[in-house]
């Protein structure tokens, strides 16, 4: 046990990799197809403003994918019944999960909207289950932490989240651990850089 901490340590000691190369760079305007096109146009629609950069746009090359993951956006992201407050604090424990820095770096930057302290931010940041986190927090910390590691969760912590959220809380918080799992890995293989000049996220073990 005494190695294994020693190890994460050096890990989180060591410097951050530099960022792989992008391979599903932004597709040129010249090469847009009607498909391209529509995809853009009926995302500007939904969301009321241009698609320029983060996980839709290297899924523009299959402009299916990305309405289908923009439908589920626009609930699981604005409309959840668990508010925007959870949301955004579930986003950021599945961007650490997954180690996805642009979706990392873009909710990080939005958590001071929501309750969520710089002290909890660089918790989740290194690995570390946060101090003084709300009842509700908490909650939602110990259920998505047993989704992602157990991929289960248990009697306990389910009928908690049921009686605290009840059973549409319980099916929208686990839609947005989809949502945001989804996102994270279509960043990751495309390995879309961070947004603006937050450094990547220490690789953990």
């Known amino acids: 046990m005494k190695i294994a901490l020693a190890f994460a340590g050096l890990l989180l000691a060591m410097p951050a990799l530099a960022a792989p190369a992008q391979r599903l760079p932004n597709i040129p305007a010249a090469s847009l197809t009607a498909d391209h096109k529509q995809a ?24 299916g994918a990305l309405a289908a993951a923009r439908a589920a956006g626009d609930y699981f992201r604005f409309k959840p019944s668990v508010g925007p407050k959870l949301t955004e604090f579930i986003a950021l424990l599945v961007a650490r999960e997954w ?32 101090d003084a986190m709300s ?27 049921r009686a605290r959220f009840g059973e549409k809380g319980v099916v929208d918080i686990t839609g947005i651990v989809g949502y945001y799992t989804l996102l994270a890995m279509q960043l990751n293989v495309a390995h879309t850089p961070p947004s603006g000049p937050i450094p990547r996220l220490p690789r953990l073990p």
């Open 40 to 63: 853009l146009a009926d995302y500007r629609a939904a969301r009321g403003v241009e698609l320029t950069q983060g996980p839709f746009m290297p899924m523009l090359y299959s402009p």
């Open 135 to 161: 009842a509700d927090q908490t909650l939602a910390y110990d259920f998505v932490a047993e989704l992602h590691h157990n991929k289960q969760v248990s009697d306990v912590t389910f009928e908690k989240a």
């Open 99 to 130: 180690s996805a820095d642009y979706e990392w770096s873009a909710h990080a930057g939005e958590a001071a909207k929501y309750d969520i302290t710089p002290a909890m931010i660089e918790a989740m940041r290194v690995g570390r289950r946060p």
